[in-house]
């Protein structure tokens, strides 16, 4: 079974950062890409930021420039660095992975999801 759990939100002030960790765990034999989406209260679900096994990243542009993603092969994770947040940036934030297990295939895992506020 895969688990994928993320952590790091908060409240911080705007202008603030955060960085969000994402460890997955279980029976994967291959990742292929992985990713950070965002969820405003009223809103869809929203990619913030992927990126693939070769390390390929790609960014909405409302976070260019602000946000970075990074992952950790040796460790199975993957992160999301986020710098001069916004107000407009508060939203539950989520990791999903797209992985290859012998039990299920190919497949899309999601988080629970991590909570960010930002206060104006």
């Known amino acids: 079974q895969v688990q994928v759990v993320e952590s790091g939100g908060g409240l911080v002030q705007a202008g603030g950062s955060l960085r969000l960790s994402c460890a997955i765990s279980?029976?994967?034999?291959?990742?292929?890409?992985m990713g950070w989406y965002r969820q405003a209260p009223g809103k869809q679900r929203e990619l913030v930021a992927s990126?693939?096994?070769?390390?390929?990243?790609n960014y909405a542009d409302f976070v260019k420039g602000r946000f970075t993603i990074s992952r950790d092969n040796a460790r199975v994770a993957v992160y999301l660095q986020m710098n001069s947040l916004k107000p407009e940036d508060t939203a539950v934030y989520y990791c999903q992975i797209r992985a290859y297990s012998d039990d299920a295939g190919w497949d899309d895992y999601w988080g629970q999801g991590t909570q960010v506020t930002v206060s104006s």
């Open positions: 279980g029976t994967i034999s291959v990742i292929n890409s």
């Open positions: 990126i693939t096994a070769g390390g390929s990243t």
